[in-house]
């Protein structure tokens, strides 16, 4: 190495500046881990884990309690920290700091039911007498590595699960919403985590690559496919938990509760700005109800209010910055110039974009081909339902859809045939409860999150035969 790669790898990187998505203002400035200061956290994580992982479940579900606690006693806070960081209108980030608690709670009380199970092995011969014991052991240090859009509950889906399974964490969150994961890493140490448990490193890609390729023993990674492939890569044999995003569908039919599948779409759509990944980004309505439906849904648009995420009648704020807005707006025109129609919206300046929706949109359209962050409603029509499960399953991604219809055979044949990770009946794709296994195929990742399957995916299968 020469002397210039040397100084270079040393060198301390720039501070990351946290600006107000709403109006550009300096919320805080966070100094960036160097690799050395990364490898130094998974270093004493690892001295921490090599303690803990004889803790019993009782003392790992006290911890997240004890943690939970500690986010109640600062839930204003912390979500005012979320509402200056991401742009979140105040009242979705006060239901974000709310879930988060439910989620480390819920991680404590999946950590009593990590069991196992007595297999006895006389299948084979010489096997009579003898007993398989499988349990689940700690995996070590978990690298966690968040997006911006749930800079808290995000955290905590992965936090709690590695404490319950008896593992140690170092998070690197967003450069864009650092804030709250540094408050979560200090809470823990008032909460009792024992010194090096949960620790929090910042940067950008530089150091998610240098954490994905210190001595860790997993990663779990959300964001998109591109960076989900170069961390999985830079990452070897490492076993890898990916949510990688979606683009994923609303089939609402003529007998669906129409005023409910509005309702869902236009909330499930807007919130966050459009920034979820389990968004309505492609809302499929029967020919039948299209007219019927579509007027609806321009009322209920029209009746959301954007703008300043602190005022408390806001229902919408700003995307995370004005490169995420350029770039939806782009998207709108490139699909108007498709031959879509403009039916609201299209709108607004710096990094407030208006509520939106487009009609007759071409599936090779930019706002659906790719995953679109924001706040963009795209709508296709159909007659065939097997049409639209085709142009579906065609699609890169598959991480959940939703279904109006009170058709029972209609549901079992969509979720039988629908390549997607879930199947939302009656309710939007973003419909996620803690608890419950969430995650995708193909482009929209690996493995699966939800406080209960995310204990054994961060744990090791252990056998003993006597």
Known sequence: MTQTAR????????????????DGTLVAEVAASTPTEIAQAV?????????FKHSSPFERRSLLDALADRIAANAEELAQTIRLEVGKTIREARNEVRRSQNTLRLSGDAATFLDGEVL????VAGGADRRATVTYVPTGVVG?????????????????????????????????????AARLAEL?????????????????????????????????FTGGPKAGLALKNASGLVRCLMELGGNDPLFVFPDGDLEKAVETAVTHRFEIAGQSCAAVKRLYLHRDIEAAFTNRLLEAVAAVRF??????????????????ASLVRHRIAA????????????????????????AGVDPASPVIADETFGPVIAIRSFDDASDVIAEVNAGAYGLQAGIFTNDHARVKRFSRELAVGGVMVNEGPDFRAEHVPFGGIKSSGLGREGVRIAIREMSETRVVID
Do not use: W
């Not at 879509?340 to 710096?350: F, R, S």
């Open 307 to 324: 703008g300043d995420p602190a005022s408390e009648a806001t229902d919408m704020g700003p995307v995370i910055d004005e490169d995420a």
């Open 144 to 180: 966690a590595i968040t997006p911006f859009n749930y800079p808290l509950n995000l955290l905590c889906h992965k936090l709690g699960p590695a404490i319950a399974a008896g593992n140690a964490m170092v998070a690197k969150p967003s450069p864009k919403a650092p804030l709250a």
């Open 188 to 220: 823990a140490v008032e909460a009792g985590f024992p010194k090096g448990l949960f620790q929090v490193v910042h940067g950008g890609a530089d150091a998610a690559l240098a954490l994905a390729r210190a001595p860790i023993d997993l990663l779990s």
């Open 120 to 123: 006895h092995c006389g299948i």
């Open 7 to 22: 100084n270079h790898a040393t060198a301390t990187p720039p501070a990351i500046l946290v600006r107000n998505p709403f």
């Open 43 to 51: 270093a004493a994580a690892g001295r921490a884990q090599a303690g």
């Open 335 to 358: 699909t108007l110039s498709n031959g879509a129609t403009l039916l609201a919206g299209g709108g607004g300046e710096g990094t407030l974009v208006e509520p939106t929706v487009l």
